[in-house]
């Protein structure tokens, strides 16, 4: 559509298949929270192609879906732990354990959820409506997260969790699109 949307795509292409896939999913624990940035690039192309330029809500959207990210794949990385383990994929479960990344997960549930609530000040118009119906969206996944946290081998909350992250984002995303209605 036009450079800015292209050099984005490109950006988010080279970060997800280079950074994330090649250099950090093999050697690091972490590799999911840099693999967020990666994840969360469309926004800003779309911001781009719309637009022409990345405005404030694009920014917040890109951090909202990186935040999002770990806690969304690490419940799935607690599912296929054994997988991981076995193909040597230094995930977090894998190396540190459920019980600490139920806890990271409680963390990033939290930063999710509150920086959720800052789309009140970046949307043109629609934020109050944003703002109460996205209340309701983050409590579920701060509880979620936090039985997880304190059942951090139970595989079923781990699957719940990460099922309700993804329709979690697809509201967040409906609310955005609804608020502007």
């Not at 959820?113 to 703002?131: C, K, Q, R, W």
């Amino acid at each position: 559509v036009n450079c800015l949307a292209a050099a984005l795509s490109l950006l988010g292409l080279c970060s997800y298949v280079l950074l994330y896939t090649v250099l950090l999913k093999p050697r690091t624990s972490k590799n999911i929270v840099f693999g967020g940035v990666a994840g969360a690039i469309p926004p800003l192309v779309g911001a781009a192609a719309a637009n022409g330029y990345v405005g404030w809500g694009a920014w917040w959207l890109f951090s909202l879906v990186m935040v999002w990210t770990p806690a969304h794949f690490w419940a799935l990385a607690m599912l296929l732990r054994d997988d991981y383990r076995s193909v040597g994929i230094p995930m977090l479960p894998v190396v540190k354990g459920t019980k600490f990344t139920a806890a990271a997960i409680v963390r990033y549930s939290w930063a999710t959820a509150l920086l959720s609530t800052l789309g009140v000040l970046v949307l043109p118009e629609g934020g109050f409506f944003y703002g109460l119906m996205v209340l309701p969206f983050d409590a579920r996944l701060i509880q979620m997260a936090h039985r997880l946290g304190t059942n951090p081998d139970d595989v079923g909350l781990a699957k719940w969790l990460f099922r309700w992250s993804i329709l979690y984002m697809f509201g967040v995303c409906l609310l955005l699109v609804l608020s502007r209605l």
